[in-house]
Nanobody, 129 residues
């Protein structure tokens, strides 16, 4: 059974930092890709940062230079761990952040369909001035 659990969200002021974590397990990591996505109220879900199996990362233009994605493995490779270090946060970063393994290996500007892929429950990030 696939399990994806995000954590680390919260409320911060503009310019602050947060570090999100995701633990994913129960699937075959044939591609080794994992990504962070976000969805603000009334908007579609979009990719924020994705890391491919070879460790290369791509970012949405809106977060380049501020966010850093990284991944790790744990528990005899049974769990895949994904992080998102978010610095210099802006109010427009406010959204629910989701982690998804395997389906996307690069960031694309088009919204993603949450009916496909593996998803967690998300973690809320709120940035206020």
């Amino acid at each position: 059974q696939v399990r994806v659990v995000e954590s680390g969200g919260g409320s911060v002021q503009t310019g602050g930092s947060l570090r999100l974590s995701c633990v994913a397990s129960g699937y075959i990591a044939s591609r080794g890709c994992m990504g962070w996505f976000r969805q603000a109220p009334g908007e579609q879900r979009k990719a924020v940062a994705v890391i491919a199996g070879d460790g290369s990362a791509t970012y949405a233009d809106s977060v380049k230079g501020r966010f850093t994605i990284s991944k790790d493995t744990a528990k005899d490779n049974a769990e895949n761990i994904l992080y998102l270090q978010m610095d210099s946060l802006k109010s427009e970063d406010t959204a629910v952040y989701y982690c998804s393994p395997e389906r996307w290996c690069v960031v694309t500007p088009t919204p993603v369909d949450p009916h496909f892929g593996y998803w967690g429950q998300g973690t809320q990030v709120t940035v206020s001035s």
